[in-house]
């Protein structure tokens, strides 16, 4: 019992690191967060005058998407953290004066990089419980003020031959201005419906309301005009109510139950399932980004080219964001599984930081 005790009780040298990179981090989050939302405070600003979209109703949406934004920046926030708060005990000699007493680089990593364990949970929860209901708020405040009904909320469908457009869903979940495509198995079109609003029954069966019905007979429309029409819809409520919020304000929970969903439909849904990995990957990410920034800090105790030394850790993250995000669009529109997309470039740059912690050993 002992034994466990004693493998399991922190070190002191490992608190103290870890305390450092933690208030690091919370300093680089806070900054890069309040940046950020500053910066969707001022888009917002273009819609201030709007219906009754005034300058504090811009800055409580801002204000209730910064959750979103704080999980986002966290993989950069946290290398910034290191480089910050490390890299000061590295220009006072306190991580010189660890390695003198025996405690390795490997070791001090290993410190540094337990941080990113309940900074996960807390992303993990802030993304479950916090940003949905914030996102949904922030969202339907906006449309609100700004008069427009539901207007954002326009979704596509698509299943078995049938492509659905909805323009707006309102506030008790009917859908309004409803356009229906119908395509034979040779991908040629066959029939159009256009309805104002519709009635979603019991069963599922949406009611049609001032249909629109055009039908092709012989390459030719015959319109019909009609005040109801039934039709078995290829969506639910529950579905339309997923589709109406951007994928990165579903949480974990929500993106993979829409996914097992479009699946057992065969129709596989590459947005939700690309968030879902990148969401997944954000730890990784860290643990990469923390591994990059420990070269630069062992070589700040080595050397005084402090500001030059942060500064190249501080592009190679900003550089590694925008590459990231590239991958993942790029795994959108080809073959690529989404998985290798979301989890190759920190898997990558695990790789590249090791290289650079044993060439800095050297």
């Not at 890069?32 to 888009?43: I, M, Y």
């Not at 730890?283 to 402090?306: E, I, K």
Request: glycine share 6%.
């Amino acid at each position: 019992m002992k034994t466990v005790y004693k493998r399991l009780k922190p070190k002191i040298y490992a608190l103290y690191i870890q305390r450092g990179a933690l208030r690091g981090f919370l300093m680089a989050q806070v900054a890069l967060t309040g940046l950020f939302t500053l910066l969707t405070f001022v888009s917002e600003l273009a819609s201030v005058g709007t219906g009754h979209y005034g300058v504090a109703d811009a800055l409580l949406y801002a204000l209730l998407l910064s959750p979103q934004k704080a999980i986002e920046v966290s993989p950069i926030a946290l290398m910034l953290g290191c480089l910050l708060s490390l890299g000061a005990m590295a220009r006072n000699l306190e991580l010189t004066a660890f390695l003198a007493a025996g405690i390795s680089e490997l070791r001090i990593i290993r410190a540094a990089m337990r941080v990113i364990v309940p900074i996960s949970i807390v992303l993990v929860l802030t993304s479950q419980f916090i940003v949905p209901p914030a996102r949904s708020f922030a969202d339907a405040h906006r449309s609100l003020a700004l008069e427009k009904h539901g207007e954002d909320s326009a979704i596509w469908v698509t299943r078995g031959g049938e492509y659905l457009h909805v323009q707006a869903i309102s506030a008790s979940d009917e859908p309004r201005g409803i356009d229906i495509f119908r395509f034979n198995t040779s991908d040629a079109l066959t029939a159009y419906i256009h309805a104002d609003a519709a009635v979603i029954l019991p069963g599922g069966t949406w009611e049609l309301q001032n249909v629109t019905l055009k039908q092709i007979h012989s390459e030719m429309f015959v319109t019909q005009k009609l005040p109801t029409l039934r039709w078995a819809s290829i969506t639910t409520p529950e579905e339309m109510r997923l589709l109406t919020q951007p994928p990165s304000a579903l949480s974990a929970t929500a993106l993979l139950h829409y996914i097992r969903l479009r699946r057992a439909l065969g129709d596989p849904a590459p947005l939700y399932e690309g968030e879902f990995w990148t969401r997944t990957a954000i730890p990784a990410s860290m643990v990469a980004l923390v591994m990059l920034a420990a070269p630069f800090l062992f070589n700040l105790s080595r050397s005084g080219s402090t500001g030059a030394r942060i500064g190249v850790g501080v592009v190679i993250a900003i550089l590694y964001s925008l590459f990231q995000q590239v991958i993942s669009r790029l795994g959108l529109v080809t073959d690529i599984p989404l998985m290798i997309t979301a989890l190759g470039p920190p898997v990558a740059l695990i790789l590249f930081g090791a290289w650079l912690i044993v060439e800095a050993r050297q």
